[in-house]
């Protein structure tokens, strides 16, 4: 191969880091094309979301529980960039192979897209339209693959244009040859004729930007026009029909650093197995009550919200909240008692579960008789004074006071079974959960913080704890193992003239500190007399167990 001057070309050149970055940019640019199908689609058909969905599914319950002791809320965040992480670097294997050893590298970019297509195509809620934006994000990305390589492609010559043909030495002449210090029109330097490698990186550096930047704007066009966020934003609650009476004034003790009472939405704990949050429309959401029962039950969101409404206090917790954890929170919910829907319903009489399903499929299970036994288990429609947001379930979710999240607290719902536990399995469940699972009394030393440092002198000691349905009669804290002692109790709400038993409750000490390093810990009592264990057990299968215990350093 010779160029236009006749002189003898080699074969292209390309770095194996320009090869590597036209892989990572073709994968890019293929998730981008596949998250533009996926607004068709459905956002959870995503390719990223798709693998995502598969992990959480599949990973031993070890892992998850590592994942989220470890990163608290943001364990999605972190599993979407591993699968990222995994996928750029996989997409630059293939630039090089594809390089090297076409079209081993085409073929690679296909097999990430078939693995992608079969994980959206077995969420339990797929149609076949599901594996449509993996398979065209492969065959974009394999399109995009092989431009980027042939258009980093450089010519190399035969011979260095400066020293000569191939076969000639440095100090070799020809009489066509000119010196070092010489040049002719017809020739020019290395870095006239070949790309710096710096422009051999602009291309595939260009087409990963412009992926990015379609990627991102897919996601926010898919957040703000489907179903859920738009409908939301329709929605105008009705009064309640039994409304939560006014907060005592001493509801709180008063000490920066405790969490409120009442935990605004932004801050609520969200931890559940969607990656993407579903977007259900309020229009068009229905839930149906079957099963063992004598009559199936369907009713919409317009029913619920012209149905008489019941405004509750209530704590949920989250069965992976490890001692001292802040996956627990409280706030004000609106909704829909359950009992006298399941009542309309008429279970039979050996039924003793609800397998309630969420609409992305999640399933959890419910023991039948705490749904009935008049407590206040709630078809919730809102969260402190709002709609629920679209992350907390909107338009409806379960919230059942006394029970981990992962037996009672079904966001997104739209199915109620009336079955039997020897006959249905939930998520959770099946994975080695336990299927009853009431949250156990326990506290949570605020302030100080772990590791903090305080001045010599009067100090508080404060937190929250929670029995919920038991309620909290006594919280102790003692120093450094000594005799423990009582602690300053915050008001909880009144429900027709008694203390709601279903909130935690704020705590405080007043301790003398001394200087030096010092041990607290803290233990609570519930309403039924039973103190918190200091027996420490993890948290599978049915909560952790443990006094909260920090250290402190008093200063003079």
């Given at each position: 191969m010779r160029d236009d001057r006749g002189?003898?070309?080699?074969?292209?050149?390309?770095?194996?880091?320009a090869a590597a970055l036209c892989g990572v940019a073709a994968a890019v640019v293929g998730l981008a094309v596949g998250q533009l199908v996926a607004l068709l689609s459905g956002a959870d058909s995503a390719p990223v979301v798709a693998v995502g969905d598969a992990v959480v599914d599949h990973v031993p319950l070890w892992l998850k529980e590592s994942a989220i002791s470890l990163f608290g809320t943001s364990d999605k965040t972190v599993l979407i960039a591993g699968v990222v992480l995994a996928l750029l670097a996989l997409a630059a294997l293939a630039g090089v192979l594809e390089r090297r050893r076409p079209p081993w590298g085409a073929w690679l970019v296909l097999a990430l897209g078939a693995v992608a297509a079969l994980a959206a195509l077995t969420r339990p809620d797929a149609g076949m339209l599901a594996i449509v934006p993996a398979v065209v994000a492969a065959l974009a990305g394999v399109w995009v693959l092989r431009l980027l390589l042939r258009r980093t492609a450089v010519p190399r010559p035969a011979s260095d244009p400066v020293a000569g043909p191939v076969g000639s030495t440095p100090n070799q002449s020809t009489p066509n040859q000119s010196t070092p210090?010489?040049?002719?029109?017809?020739?020019?330097?290395?870095?006239?004729?070949?790309?710096?490698?710096?422009?051999?990186?602009?291309?595939?550096?260009l087409a990963a930007l412009g992926g990015l930047a379609v990627w991102g704007g897919a996601r926010l066009l898919g957040t703000r026009t489907q179903g859920g966020t738009s409908s939301r934003a329709e929605v105008k609650l009705p009064p309640a029909a039994s409304p939560e009476p006014p907060l005592p004034a001493d509801v709180e003790v008063g000490v920066n650093g405790v969490a409120p009472f009442?935990?605004?939405?932004?801050?609520?704990?969200?931890?559940?197995?969607?990656?993407?949050?579903?977007?259900?429309?309020?229009?068009?959401?229905?839930?149906?009550?079957?099963?063992?029962?004598?009559?199936?039950?369907?009713?919409d969101y317009a029913q619920i919200l012209a149905s008489p409404l019941v405004e509750r206090d209530v704590t949920l917790m989250c069965v992976s909240n490890e001692v001292g954890g802040d996956l627990i929170g409280n706030a004000r919910w609106l909704g829909l008692p359950i009992a006298p829907l399941l009542a309309q319903a008429g279970p039979q009489a050996h039924a003793d579960m609800i397998l309630s399903t969420s609409a992305d499929g999640f399933t959890?299970?419910?023991?039948?008789?705490?749904?009935?036994?008049?407590?206040?288990?709630?078809?919730?429609?809102?969260?402190?004074?709002?709609?629920?947001?679209?992350?907390?379930?909107?338009?409806?979710?379960?919230?059942?006071p006394g029970l981990y999240g992962f037996v009672s607290a079904t966001k997104w719902v739209v199915d109620l079974e009336v079955t039997r536990f020897d006959r249905a399995q939930a998520y959770w469940t099946s994975r080695g959960w336990a299927a009853k699972a009431p949250v156990k009394t326990g506290s949570r030393i605020d302030v100080p913080r772990a590791g903090g440092r305080v001045k010599a002198g009067r100090a508080a000691v404060a937190g929250v704890a929670w029995a919920q349905h038991r309620g909290v009669e006594a919280v102790q804290v003692r120093i450094d193992g000594g005799a423990w002692q009582p602690c300053e109790l915050a008001q909880v709400p009144r429900v027709d003239g008694t203390?709601?038993?279903?909130?935690?409750?704020?705590?405080?000490?007043?301790?003398?500190?001394?200087?030096?390093?010092?041990?607290?810990?803290?233990?609570?009592?519930?309403?039924?007399g039973a103190v918190q264990t200091g027996q420490q057990a993890p948290p599978p299968p049915d909560g952790a167990t443990g006094w909260h215990t920090i250290h402190v350093d008093v200063g003079s």
């Open positions: 002189v003898r070309l080699r074969p292209p050149e390309r770095t194996i880091a210090n010489q040049s002719t029109p017809n020739q020019s330097t290395p870095n006239q004729s070949t790309p710096s490698r710096r422009n051999l990186l602009a291309l595939p550096l009442r935990v605004p939405n932004p801050d609520f704990y969200r931890i559940d197995t969607a990656l993407v949050v579903p977007q259900v429309d309020a229009g068009t959401w229905r839930l149906r009550i079957h099963g063992m029962v004598d009559r199936e039950v369907s009713l959890c299970s419910t023991p039948l008789e705490v749904l009935t036994d008049g407590r206040d288990a709630l078809l919730a429609v809102g969260m402190n004074g709002e709609p629920l947001p679209v992350e907390h379930g909107f338009p409806v979710r379960m919230v059942v203390p709601t038993k279903d909130t935690w409750r704020q705590w405080v000490y007043r301790w003398d500190a001394t200087p030096g390093s010092h041990q607290i810990q803290v233990r609570a009592s519930d309403g039924t």
